[in-house]
Every structure is written in C-alpha cells, then in structure tokens.
C-alpha cells in the first residue's frame, strides 16, 4: 500500500505539539517528534487506506507521482482524524472535517470529481450526445457582411 502523505503534511492542520501529544504514548509526556514517528505514520497508513478504499473502485492504485495536492490534502487529513480517534478526541470540528473528506472521495468514486486528465484509453467525447435545438436565424450571412 502507498502512503500519500507525510508527518510534516499532518503539521499543516495541526501544530507539532499536539500532534506530538496525540501521538505519544510515554507515560511521563516526554514524547518529541522522533519518537512518536512510528504512530504517525500508523495514522498515515490508516488515512491512506481510506483514501485508496474509494479510490480502488475508479482508478488504478497506486497513484502515480507526483501525486495530486487534493490526494495529499485528504490523505493529511484523515491521518490527523485517525491520530484523534485513537484518544477519544475526535471533536465536532474535526468530525465534520472527516466528513467533509470522506464526501470528497465519494464525489471522485462517483465519477462527479475528477483528480487530473481521463485515462487514455477512455474517448473524449461522451457515450450519448446531447441534441441542440435553437430558433431560427433571424438574419442571414448577406445581412451582416453589409456591415
């Protein structure tokens, strides 16, 4: 499995120390950022996971570098979400926060959010095409090369 993020991504939606405080598992509190490595990418493993659960379904995995920012973003995003989780402290900002995600990566699954250009081997143009209809012209083409 791929990871799409990184500890210092997570740092974009969280300050270091709390991340830190999430992530330690020290009973005197004395964690520091190398020392709670190994639980956050446990939460970056979890985040991606999700992201590649809806993803699976409507493109080849793993994604191919570089990686779109929204991939990075989400995955961020619900890395931070599982690190709250683990304690029991997923409150109603960061609950809508996950929501707003996982709704993000249904849209893609859906096919109504796309992450870059269409597969090759996908056409252009649409299955159906859709049939215009407009009133008729009121003045022809010698009508406007008079002016």
């Not at 793993?62 to 991939?71: A, C, K, M, S």
């Not at 709704?103 to 996908?122: H, M, S, V, Y």
């Not at 009133?135 to 083409?141: E, F, S, V």
Request: charged fraction near 30%; aromatic fraction near 6%.
């Amino acid at each position: 499995m791929s990871t799409y993020c990184t500890p210092d991504d997570m740092r974009t939606w969280l300050p270091e120390n709390e991340l830190i405080q999430l992530a330690d598992d020290s009973l005197d509190g004395s964690g520091t950022w190398e020392s709670v490595a190994e639980v956050l990418e446990d939460a970056i493993e979890r985040g991606s996971a999700e992201v590649d659960g809806y993803l699976e379904t409507v493109m080849e995995l793993p994604l191919p570098t570089p990686l779109p920012g929204l991939v990075k973003s989400l995955a961020a995003r619900l890395a931070v979400s599982a690190l709250l989780l683990r304690r029991g402290a997923l409150g109603p900002d960061w609950e809508a926060e996950r929501a707003r995600c996982l709704r993000t990566l249904e849209r893609i699954a859906d096919g109504r959010l796309r992450l870059g250009a269409e597969p090759a081997e996908q056409s252009a143009m649409p299955d159906t095409l859709i049939e215009v209809s407009t009133p008729a012209r009121l003045w022809g083409d010698d009508t406007w090369r008079k002016f």
